[in-house]
């Protein structure tokens, strides 16, 4: 399993935390939960482009995602 560094304003991590807390769950458990759902309902899109194109094509459109996580702060995750 890795380990995934997300920056959120500190009222929204307040809510998830009192939300997780009345649930009986923890916050990472609410966000596993979420990114489940996300890829569920975008698992067509991507499947459609993929069909269409070939594996470089489909890393090319998710580049600038990952550009995020390239900064110096992140740096430590890297060997994880």
Known sequence: MSVMSVRIADDKR???KV???IEGK???NIISELIDEYIRINRTRINQIAE???LKD???LSESSFMEWDNDEDEIYNDL
Request: proline share 0%; net charge neutral; charged share 15%.
């Open 58 to 60: 489909i890393m090319a």
């Open 52 to 54: 269409k194109s070939d």
């Open 19 to 21: 939300i997780a807390s």
């Open 26 to 28: 923890t916050m990472g």
């Open 14 to 16: 307040h809510a998830l």
